[in-house]
């Protein structure tokens, strides 16, 4: 794991922080964080997948944080700016409601398909006392990031997490940036809309 703080300049940190904070990005609705029937619930978004191409037109903004991870840019499509970074499997945004009590969800994946070989990075959109914790088998101690805008952290690969909740902020705002170096995933066509 790798803690690298102000990973983006001020200036490209605060126009992705204004679309994913913003009020009109869609968030959708999903039952339970860590395993099916637990009392969690929060909202995700797309912006890459190799099922979909959602929100393309916003995914310019993540264009620096590909580049600063290293991702190697391959295209240069204006239309669909997505299917230029094809080493980058799936971006995931995701907003944790604020609670009365902090309380910890439950290590998950970091993907929606946990393959050997994917690593991610953990992006902070927003400052608040939530935080989330890497799990480290076979150790004494787990390790716990705090939640700092513009914070990224390289996880290990496959490593799982247990998000927080807030209780200072609305709401937690981070983003999953997973990747594997080396490879390519081509974006399969949608019907068109945003879901």
């Keep these: 794991m ?10 490209d940190f605060v126009e992705l922080q204004q679309v994913v904070a913003g009020k ?3 968030w959708a609705y999903n039952d339970d964080m860590a395993k099916t029937g637990d009392s969690f619930y929060y909202f995700s978004n797309f912006s890459k997948s190799s099922d979909r191409r959602l929100l393309e037109r916003n995914f310019y903004l993540m264009a620096p944080v590909a580049e600063k991870l290293g991702l190697k840019r391959d ?7 997505v299917q230029n970074y094809p080493e980058l499997y799936e971006v995931r945004s995701f907003l944790i409601p604020k609670t009365f009590f902090k309380r910890d969800m439950g290590f998950t994946s970091t993907t929606l398909d946990p393959k050997e070989g994917y690593e991610t990075g953990l992006y902070f959109i927003n400052t608040n006392n939530g935080y989330t914790v890497i799990e480290k088998p076979g150790m004494q101690n787990n390790e716990k990031v705090k939640s700092v805008e513009n914070r990224m952290v390289i996880l290990s ?13 609305k ?10 170096i080396g490879s390519a995933f081509p974006i399969r066509p949608h019907g068109g809309g945003v879901l």
């Design 24 to 26: 009109y990005i869609p």
């Design 157 to 169: 690969k496959n490593e799982r997490v247990s998000h927080s909740t807030c209780t200072n902020t």
């Design 171 to 180: 709401r937690r705002l981070f983003m999953y940036f997973n990747y594997v």
């Design 2 to 11: 790798k803690v690298i703080d102000n990973f983006l300049s001020q200036r």
């Design 75 to 81: 295209g240069q499509d204006p239309l669909v700016p």
